[in-house]
């Protein structure tokens, strides 16, 4: 059974940095995608990042180039988000989501393509 767990959610000032960890367990696969997508109240699912085992790939929304980094602890099986220069609109609930076997040509960021997905964590940046 696969599970994802996600931990780091805060309450955070604009401008500031907050570390989200995401704790994956029973993925079998060797080649395998976990995805960080957040969700604003009012607002669609949308991609944030996502880390590639194959070949360690990473991918970032266009909003948080240069400001978020993700990374993979192959073994603490975990992978981490890494957000600084924090905005407002940064605020949402943040998810942890995994595919094995991503399907050839898929987009990272379609949240259709994840099989596996952690319960979020909270993030409010205020002004």
């Known amino acids: 059974e696969v599970q994802l767990v996600e931990s780091g959610g805060d309450l955070v000032q604009a401008g500031g940095s907050l570390g989200l960890s995401c704790a994956a367990s029973g993925l079998t696969a060797d080649d395998y995608v976990i995805g960080w997508f957040r969700q604003a109240p009012g607002k669609e699912r949308e991609g944030v990042s996502c880390?590639?085992?194959?070949?360690?790939?990473?991918y970032y929304a266009d909003s948080v180039k240069g400001r978020f980094t993700i990374s993979s602890d192959n073994a603490k099986n975990t992978v981490n988000l890494r957000m600084n220069s924090l905005k407002p609109e940064d605020t949402a609930i943040y998810y942890c989501a995994a595919v094995e076997i991503p399907p050839y040509g898929s987009n990272w960021d379609d949240p259709d393509i994840y099989e596996y997905w952690g319960q979020g964590t909270q993030v409010t940046v205020s002004s």
């Open positions: 880390v590639w085992s194959a070949d360690g790939s990473t």
